[in-house]
């Protein structure tokens, strides 16, 4: 299994789990906390093949419930839902970052592919990477947390426009992809670290 | 018309009414409440066909618009949205739940045609029976009720379950459809008059 | 620019600014206040190029994208946000009701392309001139206002029917789609002055 491939896989188990646990938060049954699970791991991608038009991987290729079935059965084995915000533990953040930055890749390519210009590119990776997340949190009547607070949208935005430019300028490969997925993850670290925020305009 | 072909039409009519009530309820003007019938109707089957990338039936044939007006009539008639809880009447169940068994039916064939996986077709089939529902109470702002009680959701994911296996080992036939109906539908009203709810996990 | 592309571009503008005023009001981050300026504007649209199938065209043509940079932009150099109610300013009124139209004709002749009958036409229309706004109220988890609430999806309603009604007799063109523009414009106008309100069951 390549780099991207385990860091993909590391992604859909950590989504799994954080969509499991604002299940259990929201008083779902084992059905719906399932299907939170499901949604947010798999909800972005499925987003984004179906706005380029092309079949779930998700409803075809096997391997990727596996991870999500891997995530529940995490945590459900660590009884992480009776654990005080198991979100915010340290290894949480790691992966979750992770899954972050290889989600974002992951779309942007797939929008480069298909020919989009530079905001198809970036909204493809932002859906990819945030969707499963959104979708979780709308289901349960939250405004989605990416939309509010964090310096973690920005970051699958920040992604996409740097491949996007790499494509444009023709030096787009398996460097210069690890060398973006590690700038960011290091940004993604440091924000969560230094508690940084996007500016609000009210008040 | 075949008596599945009734069973769909059940469906919809049922849920019609269901939306309509749900959008009087909430307080929504005419507008509302009929949009709120339809797309609690047709949302399920609208996913179902966008997912699989083919036309909505919905748009192009329609016989399935006729029994979404027959329900609002229906339920304006009755004067439906005066009374008590009329989800609680022994006819809406025994209607509600017919239309759940042909819709989940439905889209699990859909998934099958469509050479999905089992997460697929099973997706396919919850979606197709309690999409429209999940739509009607997110647009609502309610957490959909399919995922926090009662023993509904999970009566589509078993259909889905079953009508794969049969397909696999090649047995899929109207015989075994039927009875896989027959089966599905006195769980689902055993499971009703009974209370079985899910387990949680949270507390 | 013809004067319908002039319509079409002015309900880009209003509607991305609505999205931002919307996203400031309910205390989104930057980031947050963009997706909704975004969403509003591009979301019908989006909406009905996924429903018929083809690729959304604000993912392969820039220039919407400057109708709602621009609408940003416009939002934040006017310091909308520091006003009270700006949505209820004349000006404001009016953009919002030509992109209404103007939205809610593309959404019918889309629909009327892909051979909908009567009930995917509406949609389409209805979808294409108000989705944007219903996905941006059900994201901060508002009811989406159009179903509750004043004479305006309900116009959107009325083109999809005189259009699909003009495509049935052949009389389809330029001349016929102004007056009804026109027509409908004066209506939602009037509608508004007037504070018309469709009834409600409720009660």
Same mark, same amino acid.
């Given at each position: 299994m390549s780099l991207f491939a385990a860091a993909d896989a590391i992604g859909l188990v950590t989504f799994a789990v954080s969509g499991f646990l604002m299940g259990v938060r929201k008083g779902l049954d084992l059905l719906g906390i399932v299907i939170a699970a499901f949604l947010t791991a798999l909800g972005g991608g499925v987003i984004r093949d179906v706005i380029v038009g092309r079949m779930p991987i998700a409803f075809t290729e096997g391997s990727v419930l596996l991870f999500v079935v891997a995530g529940i059965v995490l945590a459900l084995s660590l009884k992480l839902?009776?654990? &005080?915000?198991? &979100?915010?533990?340290a290894i949480f953040i790691v992966m979750d970052s992770i899954g972050l930055v290889a989600f974002a890749i992951t779309g942007a390519l797939v929008g480069i592919e298909a020919k989009f210009n530079l905001f198809g590119v970036m909204l493809l990776a932002f859906m990819t990477a945030v969707g499963g997340g959104m979708l979780r949190d709308m289901m349960v009547n939250e405004v989605p947390i990416v939309l509010t607070?964090?310096?973690?949208?920005t970051i699958a935005l920040l992604i996409a426009l740097l491949v996007y430019l790499c494509s444009l300028v023709g030096c787009l490969g398996t460097f210069t992809l690890m060398s973006i997925a590690a700038g960011a993850l290091f940004l993604r670290l440091l924000a969560y670290y230094k508690k940084w925020q996007l500016p609000k305009l009210g008040g």
């Open positions: 839902h009776k654990k &005080e915000r198991p &979100e915010r533990f607070s964090d310096f973690y949208g």
